[in-house]
């Protein structure tokens, strides 16, 4: 797609019109930016004239955005971070041999992937990777990634996914927990106090029925947005996790969780591997591809 240059904003503008914002104030930007504040001022107006529209209005000693300047403030902080982004990746890579830009899932992102990542550089040398942490899918032509760790359903917009593996759970526990509510069999834990993946908020209904124990509490207790955070809670001893168990690794041998029943079970979704249509045949995303698959074999 051709883009129209009239219509392509200066980079230096949107960081006098953003500065201008935080500060409510031409001078003080001007100041930051090391302009003057004449300077700032034509940039905003030059700004306002290809927009049509007013950015700030005039109140008193300051500038106070418009209703159209809030609604463009968040966009233009965007694309600056977008645009800074770029630059350093850039810049990261320019001296390796090859470079590789991953989407992960947050937990499994820290636990699983980043541990076992030096093995792939070592396969790899002069490798340069970025991982960035994306919980939901996203557009690959707006996010340049090379390809996501995805959970779910094999369904990705402009995207080929590739199965990597299953997932399963199981109940865990601290020992301190554990010495406080034993658990001999499944009905116990009904009792106890459970944690949640707020994500995921069937999780301990579906193990009670898969496990034909009837438990009215099966929502009750404390949720938290990311299984890290449910594993710390678990680890600090506030209730009975459902936890995959490629999650745990090391708190099952350190000892500060304990798989509390060997009742596991596999949830209906899976981890997929996303790469855009446009990058299959990149090398370095093909030998990734091939890594992760044997990692997780």
Known sequence: MKLSRRLVPDVTTLQAF????????FTQAAAELNLTQSAVSRQIK????????????????????????????????????QTEELMVRAMASARADSSLSI?????????????RLPDFLKRHPGTVVNIASRSEPFDFEEQNFDLAIHYGQPVWARAICSYLCSEVIVPAASPALLAVHPVASPADIGGSPLLHLATRPKLWAQWFETNDVEQDGAYRGNRFDQFSMVIEAA????????LPRYLIEQE??????????????????????????????????????????????
């Open 103 to 115: 989407a992960s899932l947050p937990t499994f992102g820290s636990r699983w992937l980043v541990p």
């Open 18 to 25: 953003e500065c201008a914002a935080r500060h409510g104030s």
């Open 252 to 297: 099952l041998t350190a000892g500060t969780l304990r798989i509390v029943l060997d009742r596991p079970m596999q949830t209906e979704n899976s981890y997929y591997l996303a790469i855009p249509e446009g990058k299959l045949e990149n090398p370095i995303s093909r030998a990734f591809r091939e890594w992760i698959t044997e990692q997780v074999g």
């Open 46 to 81: 030059d700004l306002e004239s290809q927009l049509g529209v007013l950015l700030f209005e005039r109140v008193r000693q300051r500038v106070i955005l418009s209703d159209a300047g809030q609604k463009f403030l968040p966009e233009v902080r965007r694309l600056l971070n």
């Open 235 to 242: 680890t600090a001893g506030l209730g009975f996790a459902l």
